[in-house]
């Protein structure tokens, strides 16, 4: 049985004690949420703040990027050391926005998602298709590219500790969902891919989140598919009720 992974990716949203406050609202909404794995991903500004809230709580951090060398003479980045040392647990790598707006690459990918694997940490691998690629019936090639680019030279124990989402690039922040159908079979095409190279056990273990304008109102027909383990949650995440609801919907599978 794959544990449902239900995480908030805050983007570039709310200031330090705006964050804080969200995060007290969502630890005290899921305290009685028990077979549902919740976490939040805050700016990196407001993670430490974040991190005293959710400490010793049902809610993990996640933060939105790390860089994959240790340290020195990178402006504007956070090493993974700085994120463990808060107590972060999770780590999303390759986001669609990253990927369209700030040249993140297939080997950025897989340095950072072998970085935050070394240290402990296990990444959030995100990965998707423009309607251009879609409708261009290359989605497959390019989920393909995107899965065998992240994975490289990643043992089976390692991909063990990785989550994929699933994000289908014209579903994100745009109020479109991909229907349940085109979801489920997504993810299962991913979830063959991850066969391909890591075998069945491990195909069969790795979740699989969807991300893309998951609601409350359509959270239950998404995570009632076979391969959808949970969802990665960007507009919705940003009021503790309806990412409650989400979470709520998540435990009632
Ligand atoms: C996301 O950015 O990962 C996302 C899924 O956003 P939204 O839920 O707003 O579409």
Redesign the pocket.
């Known amino acids: 049985m794959r544990q449902y992974i239900i995480a908030g ?1 805050w ?1 570039m949203n709310k200031t330090v004690s705006e964050s804080v406050i969200l995060a007290k609202q969502i630890v005290d909404a899921v305290k009685d949420i028990k077979n549902t794995e919740v976490v939040i991903a805050p700016t990196f500004l407001a993670a430490a703040k974040v991190a005293d809230v959710v400490k010793g709580t049902n809610v993990k951090l996640a933060v939105q990027d790390v860089h994959w060398k240790d340290q020195g003479a990178f402006t504007g980045k956070v090493s993974i050391d700085m994120v463990k040392e808060i107590g972060a647990e999770y780590v999303i790598i390759g ?1 669609s ?1 990253q990927r369209q707006y700030f040249h993140e690459t297939e080997e950025s990918v897989n340095l950072k998602v072998k970085k935050t694997l070394s240290a402990g940490l296990k990444p959030i691998i995100c990965i998707g298709e423009t309607l251009e690629q879609r409708n261009g019936g290359i989605l497959e090639s390019v989920l393909t590219t995107q899965i065998e680019g992240a994975y490289k030279d990643l043992s089976a124990d390692e991909a063990l500790k990785t989550v994929i ?1 699933y ?1 289908p690039v014209w ?4 109020g479109v969902v991909a229907t349940d159908e085109q979801a489920q079979d997504t993810q299962a095409f991913v979830r063959s891919v991850m066969k391909n190279i890591y075998g069945e056990s491990v195909s069969e273990a790795v979740r699989i989140q969807y ?4 609601k409350p109102d359509n959270a239950k027909g998404l995570l009632a598919q076979k391969d959808i383990d949970g969802g ?5 995440a940003l009021k503790s009720d309806s990412f409650f609801a989400i979470i709520a919907a998540a435990e009632a599978q």
């Open positions: 990716n983007k986001h926005e989402a994000e579903a994100i922040g745009t991300g893309g304008s998951m990665l949650i960007g507009g919705a």
